[in-house]
């Protein structure tokens, strides 16, 4: 290992062999700079989510507010009797699509308003490439090994 005071820190240190060129193990490192829009956007699926548990729970308070006894049906007039399990169904197949609707509508539109509030930033990528040496003896399982392993 040879260092020279000085700029040191500012050079890499290469430990190759003597017959191998110090480069082959020197990283090469290049750097990329870009603009990039960044921005809040809420999680569609969430908000869905969110309107599915709320059209269930509204299906649920709407079945057993409105709950009719077969006995308060007069058939004469018309009147067809539902059990509360047929009518939670029908509230159901009504109330989740309007709530994933809703929901739906909900995050569209703080969607739009958050495009509104982008702001753009500079990000540096830096890709660091190191060649691989050679391998002069396979690797065996050592004493570091066994250290790691527990």
Request: proline fraction near 9%; avoid cysteine.
């Amino acid at each position: 290992m040879s260092t020279t005071p000085g700029d040191a820190s500012d050079r890499p240190v290469s430990d190759a062999p003597t017959g191998q060129p110090a480069e082959s193990s020197v990283p090469i490192e290049r750097a990329t700079s870009h603009e990039v829009p960044v921005r809040r956007v809420p999680k569609y699926q969430t908000f869905l989510l969110i309107g599915v548990i709320v059209g269930l729970v509204a299906a649920m308070i709407l079945t057993f507010a409105f709950q009719r006894s077969p006995d308060e049906i007069d058939p004469s007039t018309g009147d067809v009797y539902f059990s509360p399990v047929q009518v939670f169904g029908f509230l159901l197949l009504i109330s989740i699509p309007v709530g994933v609707a809703i929901f739906g509508l909900l995050a569209w539109i703080l969607d739009v308003r958050a495009r509104k509030k982008t702001h753009t930033v500079r990000v540096d990528k830096v890709n660091v490439r190191v060649s691989e040496p050679d391998a002069e003896a396979p690797h065996t399982a050592g004493s570091s090994d066994k250290e790691d392993n527990l």
